[in-house]
């Protein structure tokens, strides 16, 4: 049963502090995905990773950064954390997409609620 | 980049009736298509998924089509009881792009006992 788990289901911060989301998966997924999520405006997509070391910004990458040092772990970074940064954040992972038939499901975490005060 | 739009943003409906949530893509290079049930409180779940090659595919309750030419998809839920309420998710997928999906804006499906 593939497990993607978050380090904090609640989380709150003040404006200009570093801010530390990590996720850590068990099934050996070469890709792993960091979204937020915010009411009206779906998954929205901050960075992802298909390899170690290996990052890709996504379709919000600004006020963000991450890092993978283990394959198994993935860490989002906000530098300076602002107001505008509260929202629900997703760790998601999967394998490395194929063009054969069968499943290229992301199994996501059960998310981090963060509040930026 | 990929765009897709979804709609409707809210459905409700009467148990037993059936739902269709639909969506377009812009990117004629997506070739996988799945589908995600949020429900309140938890983290999203792949439900049902189809690739390029295949127009429709079915599991029990639920399907999906996909209309290439036209760039859109749908899904549609039978019957549907008062468990499928939640948010739905549609997304779409280029092959070659390591699996990123981007994803609609999602459908708050409401079942009405």
């Known amino acids: 049963d593939v497990k993607v788990t978050q380090s904090s289901r609640y989380l709150v911060k003040r404006t200009g502090e570093k801010v530390f989301l990590e996720c850590v998966q068990d099934m050996d997924h070469e890709n792993m995905f960091w979204y937020r999520q915010d009411p009206g405006l779906g998954l929205r997509l901050i960075y992802f990773?298909?390899?170690?070391?290996?990052?890709e910004k996504g379709d919000i990458p600004e006020g963000y950064s991450v890092s993978r040092e283990k394959k198994e772990r993935f860490s989002l970074i906000l530098e300076s954390a602002s107001t505008n940064q509260t929202s629900m954040y997703l760790c998601a992972s999967s394998f490395i997409m194929t063009l054969l038939a069968g499943r290229n499901e992301q199994f996501f975490g059960p998310g981090t609620r963060l509040t930026v005060l | 980049g990929e765009n897709v739009e979804q709609h409707p943003s809210t459905l409700s409906v009467q148990e037993g009736d059936s739902a269709v949530i639909k969506c377009t893509y812009s990117d004629s290079a997506s070739n996988y298509f799945p589908w995600y049930k949020q429900e309140l409180g938890k983290r999203p779940q792949l439900i049902i998924d189809?690739?390029?090659?295949?127009g429709e595919k079915k599991d029990q309750r639920i399907a999906v089509t996909l209309n290439k030419t036209a760039k859109h998809f749908s899904l549609h839920i039978t019957e549907t009881q008062p468990e499928d309420s939640a948010v739905y998710f549609c997304?779409?997928?280029?092959?070659?792009?390591?699996?990123?999906?981007?994803f609609g804006d999602g459908t708050t499906l409401t079942v009405k006992p």
């Open positions: 997304a779409a997928s280029i092959g070659t792009n390591a699996g990123k999906s981007t």
């Open positions: 189809i690739r390029s090659n295949v």
């Open positions: 990773s298909y390899d170690v070391k290996m990052k």
